[in-house]
């Protein structure tokens, strides 16, 4: 037990004397709102539908490449999946058909900051018009992998170079 108090004694330490992470905050601002931000099929969603979670999880793990003591926040003001539902295609409901014309799109909101200033801020839409000519592979469990893609391509062009302070 006295090693255990010990141990959390010196991580509070660290975290007192600036070892703190990146912070990363993302919000949904009016998300039943949003054009096309379903997996499953075309209704309205919540903060808690399981592609906005997703956004969530890979603008955290963008994040983690930031020094610490950083702090990101993003508000998402839409999301406009890759693909379309088909509702004609009564046999597949859920089938999200990817085209040239459906590229993904999320806009957005953000402020970076550190050292007690703000480094960045803006608010864009971010796209990949390109995102079905582009190599690589997806693999068959990403849930959202061309949003990622292009979320990674926004990250390191408008948030890294800033934020690592190079």
């Known amino acids: 037990m006295r090693m255990l108090r010990s141990l959390a004694l010196g991580g509070a330490a660290l975290l007192a004397a ?3 992470r990146a912070e ?3 919000s949904f601002l ?4 949003y054009t096309d ?4 099929t075309d209704r309205p969603v919540g903060a808690d539908a399981p592609a906005l979670q997703a956004l969530r999880r890979q603008f955290e793990r963008l994040g983690r490449r930031l020094p610490p003591g950083r702090s990101l926040r993003i508000e998402i003001l839409d999301v ?3 693909g379309r539902f088909e ?3 009564v046999q597949a409901p859920n089938l999200r058909v990817m085209t040239g014309a459906t590229w993904p799109r999320l806009r957005l909101r953000y402020v970076l900051e550190g050292e007690g200033r703000v480094l960045a801020r803006g608010e864009e839409d971010v796209t990949d018009r390109t995102y079905l000519d582009r190599g690589g ?3 068959s469990g990403d849930r959202l992998p061309y949003e990622e893609r292009m979320l990674e391509d926004w990250f390191a ?3 890294a170079r800033v934020g690592s302070g190079t």
Do not use: C, H, K
């Open 18 to 20: 600036g070892g703190a």
């Open 24 to 26: 990363v905050t993302v």
């Open 30 to 33: 009016e998300p039943g709102r």
């Open 37 to 40: 931000a379903n997996l499953a």
């Open 80 to 82: 406009d999946l890759a």
């Open 87 to 89: 509702p004609w295609r």
């Open 137 to 139: 592979s997806i693999r």
């Open 157 to 159: 062009w408008r948030i």
